[in-house]
């Protein structure tokens, strides 16, 4: 097993095999979100029980919660990826990272909106400077950092290098500003109301989320993978692969 | 079920827009992160193919030219 | 009127060609006004009566960041030269430059506005006040800048220099429309305080090319 998975991170550096290997899995991946993304919604939707306090709106979890959690191990993913580049130089590493930049970020910002609109109906408020709400924007900040710096060098070789090195500055951050922003919520709010009740969660509200939270996943793994492929085309369109894939 | 009818279902307890705005909002964005990368892909097809076909063109240029003088 | 509407057409691509242009800035804006509720109090009834201020002293420090490079590229590649040679009128052009300017910073920070708003947790009534005063004050903001773009293009870390130039001449645009959002929040009057930024966005926008001319000539004759 070990075996298989070290020979696999092998093969997947190369462009070829990466362009080879994941073009096979992109089928199920997409059958296995679609089918996740239904199942979870139905019994999300449809089944689950309203919330005693906050009504259909908790319906929201499931997608905040899913998103909120791809968002935050997508950053540390984009800072593994880079740092793997930075010290094995391994290009596909490097393409791997800049295509989570922006899904990423895309997550947070979907986190980061409905959380806000579920603080509505809940707080009566379209925004509060919660703890929680707080570290994803300022995640969302430095999603965004890191794309406006890659996209700033010209040099590739450079920019995937700029890019890495300011990811892992970040994700050494990031339970730091958690601290911080969790500290300085203490100060001013004496009780937050949690969004997510986890350890009192009724099974039926429980098992659509932790479907979505699953699904979730996979479907973030097929969005890196189709921008991934799309770098390995542009990085290495004038090997003769390539040119054999254009001319099918 | 949870909802009687699609109009309990659409309404959400008073909830609807905030629910509905929210899985509406992650739909688009969703799509535009579905949508982005398959256009990129196919500008990529369609560029690279016509620059294969230009140098092409050159290369039977330029045999044409060689056997010419 | 041919090289202005030239320049104009070809700034304006440049920034759609290059988002970062005018996605940078308003990253700023809205990591500004982020500050403070950190800093000081994130509680809606001390931010709502800070919010059009804090808003606004965000504007103006993303508008100065973007403003740097208003004549930068131009200087470099010798554009400014051959503006000056071509005969044409420098105040239309200047003019020209400071519209760019504006469509590329002052009008995505005034789009983006109402979201600030709803993070600092302005008052549903300051909104329109706050919106009217960014759509008339930021114009302002573009004309004078540019004035001190003008006079900086060329000088080595020009940047902070600028800043120091211009934010004098900003603070009765910052004093009237921060008024203007903070008594619309409590639920007073405050077309004064618009008529006022008016008035200066015509008084900057007759005037201020006059300087920015100047100034372009003067930074060729270095």
């Given at each position: 097993m070990w075996q298989w998975l070290v020979r696999l991170y092998h093969r997947l550096g190369s462009p070829k095999w990466f362009y080879e290997i994941t073009g096979r899995w992109i089928p199920w991946l997409t059958v296995t979100a679609s089918v996740g993304v239904v199942v979870g919604l139905v019994l999300g939707l449809l089944y689950a029980p309203a919330d005693?306090?906050?009504?259909?709106?908790?319906?929201i979890i499931y997608i905040h919660v899913p998103a909120a959690l791809v968002a935050q191990s997508a950053f540390i993913m984009m800072a593994v990826a880079g740092a793997v580049f930075l010290i094995w130089r391994m290009k596909m590493a490097a393409w791997v990272a800049r295509s989570i930049a922006p899904i990423g970020a895309s997550f947070c910002l979907i986190a980061l909106l409905t959380g806000a609109i579920w603080g509505k109906?809940?707080?009566?408020?379209?925004?509060v400077w919660d703890a929680r709400l707080t570290s994803m924007l300022l995640l969302l900040f430095l999603y965004f950092g890191v794309m406006a710096l890659q996209r700033a060098i010209e040099s590739d070789d450079a920019s995937h290098k700029a890019g890495a090195i300011l990811s892992l500055v970040g994700v050494i951050n990031i339970p730091i500003i958690k601290y911080s922003v969790e500290w300085w919520n203490t100060l001013h709010q004496p009780a937050t109301l949690t969004?997510?009740?986890?350890?009192?969660?009724h099974p039926d509200m429980l098992v659509p989320l932790l479907i979505m939270i699953l699904t979730t996943y996979i479907f973030f793994a097929l969005l890196v993978i189709l921008r991934t492929r799309n770098e390995v085309l542009r990085h290495e369109r004038k090997r003769s692969w390539v040119r054999e894939l254009l001319e099918s | 079920m949870e909802f009687n009818s699609f109009a309990e279902f659409l309404a959400m307890g008073r909830h609807g827009l905030y629910v509905w705005l929210s899985y509406g909002i992650t739909a688009v964005i969703v799509v535009i992160n579905v949508i982005l990368p398959v256009m990129q892909r196919r500008r990529f097809f369609k560029e690279q193919q016509q620059r294969l076909r230009r140098e092409r063109r050159n290369q039977t240029g330029d045999k044409q030219h060689a056997s010419s003088t | 009127m041919s090289l202005v509407t030239a320049t104009v057409k070809r700034d304006l691509l440049l920034a759609a060609r290059n988002p970062g242009e005018w996605l940078n800035p308003l990253m700023f804006f809205l990591m500004v006004a982020a500050l403070f509720p950190l800093a000081v109090d994130p509680d809606p009834k001390f931010l709502s009566k800070i919010a059009g201020g804090v808003i606004w002293v965000a504007a103006l420090l993303a508008t100065l960041l973007s403003l740097d490079a208003l004549y930068k590229s131009d200087v470099e590649d010798g554009s400014l030269e051959q503006w000056l040679a071509s005969g044409e009128s420098l105040y239309v052009l200047a003019l020209g430059k400071a519209l760019v300017h504006w469509l590329s910073s002052g009008l995505p920070l005034t789009l983006m506005s109402p979201l600030l708003g709803l993070m600092m947790a302005l008052?549903?009534?300051?909104f329109p006040a706050l919106l009217l005063s960014l759509g008339v004050g930021t114009p302002v903001l573009s004309l004078l800048g540019a004035v001190g773009a003008a006079l900086t293009a060329?000088?080595?870390?020009?940047g902070l220099l600028l800043s120091l130039l211009i934010l004098p001449l900003y603070i009765p645009v910052l004093i009237f429309a921060a008024s203007a959002v903070y008594h619309a929040g409590i639920g007073m009057s405050y077309n004064g305080q618009i008529g006022f930024l008016g008035a200066m966005l015509a008084l900057s926008a007759c005037l201020t090319p006059f300087a920015s001319a100047a100034a372009l000539k003067l930074n060729l004759s270095r």
């Amino acid at each position: 097993m070990w075996q298989w998975l070290v020979r696999l991170y092998h093969r997947l550096g190369s462009p070829k095999w990466f362009y080879e290997i994941t073009g096979r899995w992109i089928p199920w991946l997409t059958v296995t979100a679609s089918v996740g993304v239904v199942v979870g919604l139905v019994l999300g939707l449809l089944y689950a029980p309203a919330d005693y306090q906050q009504g259909n709106s908790f319906r929201i979890i499931y997608i905040h919660v899913p998103a909120a959690l791809v968002a935050q191990s997508a950053f540390i993913m984009m800072a593994v990826a880079g740092a793997v580049f930075l010290i094995w130089r391994m290009k596909m590493a490097a393409w791997v990272a800049r295509s989570i930049a922006p899904i990423g970020a895309s997550f947070c910002l979907i986190a980061l909106l409905t959380g806000a609109i579920w603080g509505k109906p809940t707080w009566g408020t379209w925004w509060v400077w919660d703890a929680r709400l707080t570290s994803m924007l300022l995640l969302l900040f430095l999603y965004f950092g890191v794309m406006a710096l890659q996209r700033a060098i010209e040099s590739d070789d450079a920019s995937h290098k700029a890019g890495a090195i300011l990811s892992l500055v970040g994700v050494i951050n990031i339970p730091i500003i958690k601290y911080s922003v969790e500290w300085w919520n203490t100060l001013h709010q004496p009780a937050t109301l949690t969004l997510t009740e986890k350890p009192s969660m009724h099974p039926d509200m429980l098992v659509p989320l932790l479907i979505m939270i699953l699904t979730t996943y996979i479907f973030f793994a097929l969005l890196v993978i189709l921008r991934t492929r799309n770098e390995v085309l542009r990085h290495e369109r004038k090997r003769s692969w390539v040119r054999e894939l254009l001319e099918s | 079920m949870e909802f009687n009818s699609f109009a309990e279902f659409l309404a959400m307890g008073r909830h609807g827009l905030y629910v509905w705005l929210s899985y509406g909002i992650t739909a688009v964005i969703v799509v535009i992160n579905v949508i982005l990368p398959v256009m990129q892909r196919r500008r990529f097809f369609k560029e690279q193919q016509q620059r294969l076909r230009r140098e092409r063109r050159n290369q039977t240029g330029d045999k044409q030219h060689a056997s010419s003088t | 009127m041919s090289l202005v509407t030239a320049t104009v057409k070809r700034d304006l691509l440049l920034a759609a060609r290059n988002p970062g242009e005018w996605l940078n800035p308003l990253m700023f804006f809205l990591m500004v006004a982020a500050l403070f509720p950190l800093a000081v109090d994130p509680d809606p009834k001390f931010l709502s009566k800070i919010a059009g201020g804090v808003i606004w002293v965000a504007a103006l420090l993303a508008t100065l960041l973007s403003l740097d490079a208003l004549y930068k590229s131009d200087v470099e590649d010798g554009s400014l030269e051959q503006w000056l040679a071509s005969g044409e009128s420098l105040y239309v052009l200047a003019l020209g430059k400071a519209l760019v300017h504006w469509l590329s910073s002052g009008l995505p920070l005034t789009l983006m506005s109402p979201l600030l708003g709803l993070m600092m947790a302005l008052p549903d009534e300051a909104f329109p006040a706050l919106l009217l005063s960014l759509g008339v004050g930021t114009p302002v903001l573009s004309l004078l800048g540019a004035v001190g773009a003008a006079l900086t293009a060329g000088v080595r870390s020009g940047g902070l220099l600028l800043s120091l130039l211009i934010l004098p001449l900003y603070i009765p645009v910052l004093i009237f429309a921060a008024s203007a959002v903070y008594h619309a929040g409590i639920g007073m009057s405050y077309n004064g305080q618009i008529g006022f930024l008016g008035a200066m966005l015509a008084l900057s926008a007759c005037l201020t090319p006059f300087a920015s001319a100047a100034a372009l000539k003067l930074n060729l004759s270095r």
